[in-house]
């Protein structure tokens, strides 16, 4: 599409290139599992420079991690070592990693004088210091804003960086996302009013999301081939009666459905493989004999586990924010080979003819 300058931008990550982006997260570059927008900015990282900008922690979040004892860069945060720091180079390209300094919180405000007040501190700190990095990276021409589903950090950082373009890439639907809850969807239509292009997984935030948009574009999920083709097997053993899932256990899975499956199959090993947000609600299902759960893994380490599945499942709630779900582990189950169980949270007319869609528990 047309940008505010010289560049064209299309959908295609393929026609990027020897540009400067600067892609505003909200998801941590590093971590025990698959993100998108991580995946998106390597491809973009074999030919443009990119500065990827970790979600600004607040001060709230620094504290809830230190009493978790979760590990926090701590140092970088507050400028006591280099908030820069490069995580990918190629002979076309590289990728920068850049912490924020602490940002005030703000989400659990009223859209008032406060939020309004702590916005405005927040967005000139966080504006400062991504102007700083772009400087250090010697950065000769203006850069392409991505914001990737973080309509707060991003509307801070639109048309202050002298940007040839802004692209919003939309991947959730944001008005049933509980951490913004209170402001997300005021803020990202917001957003994508003041953007020249916007980037959807699926058809559904593609319908929801035309009527606020100059331009939309559908970008469905792929899969990492070169990791999830370890896991194919093409002679797999019969009989082991391994039923998994791997991905987040939160309030997208349907409990009192995924209850009655595992009690209706006694025989069948259930494993589950992913961050357990939802303690209470895996709790009667983990307790189970027949039920194994391990932590999260990096992405390198799935396929080892897929590879002992017979079946991978998605059994997810029909909600409003499940609708608009492209899943990405679809994928990567099909990449490794494995027959598919799904429920019908979501349009799933591509996978139909190669996926089991179950409208119950039987």
């Excluded at 047309?2 to 909200?26: E, H, R, W």
């Excluded at 709230?60 to 820069?84: A, M, N």
């Excluded at 967005?123 to 804003?145: G, I, M």
């Excluded at 189950?333 to 179950?358: I, K, Q």
Aim: proline content about 7%.
């Amino acid at each position: 599409m047309p940008g505010k300058g010289s560049c064209t931008i299309f959908p295609g990550m393929s026609v990027f290139k020897d540009q400067l982006i600067v892609c505003v997260a909200n998801a941590a570059w590093s971590g025990d599992y698959a993100k998108s927008t991580v995946e998106v900015v390597k491809v973009l990282g074999r030919t443009n420079t990119v500065l990827y900008v970790d979600p600004p922690y607040t001060l709230k979040d620094i504290i809830t991690e230190f009493i978790k004892r979760k590990k926090v860069p701590l140092w970088r945060l507050l400028g006591v070592k280099s908030r820069l720091q490069q995580v990918q180079q190629n002979p076309g390209g590289a990728v920068y990693r850049f912490y924020a300094p602490p940002q005030w919180p703000v989400q659990f405000l009223n859209d008032g004088l406060l939020f309004r007040a702590l916005t405005k501190l927040n967005a000139f700190f966080f504006r400062k210091s991504v102007k700083a990095a772009l400087l250090r990276l010697d950065a000769q021409q203006p850069p392409v804003l991505m914001v990737a589903f973080n309509p707060y950090a991003g509307l801070q950082l639109v048309g202050h960086l002298q940007e040839k373009a802004t692209m919003y890439y939309c991947y959730d639907e944001i008005s049933h996302a509980a951490w913004i809850s209170k402001h997300g969807g005021r803020l990202e239509k917001q957003l994508m009013q003041k953007a020249d292009a916007v980037l959807v997984s699926s058809a559904q935030l593609m319908e929801d999301k035309r009527p606020y948009c100059h331009r939309i574009f559908l970008m469905k999920n792929g899969v990492n081939t070169s990791i999830f083709g370890q896991a194919f097997q093409p002679n797999p053993v019969i009989g082991r009666r391994q039923i998994g899932f791997i991905g987040s256990l939160d309030n997208r899975v349907d409990y009192e459905l995924l209850l009655a499956v595992v009690k209706a199959l006694p025989d069948w090993q259930f494993s589950f493989t992913g961050r357990l947000i939802d303690q209470d609600s895996f709790r009667p299902i983990q307790a189970l004999p027949n039920v194994s759960w391990t932590p999260s893994v990096p992405p390198e380490s799935l396929p080892q586990i897929l590879a002992s599945f017979d079946v991978g499942i998605i059994p997810f709630a029909k909600t409003g924010f499940t609708k608009a779900i492209y899943p990405l582990k679809i994928n990567e189950y099909l990449m490794a080979g494995l027959p598919v169980v799904t429920t019908r949270f979501t349009h799933l007319d591509d996978f139909e003819p190669f996926c089991h869609v179950a409208d119950d528990a039987q």
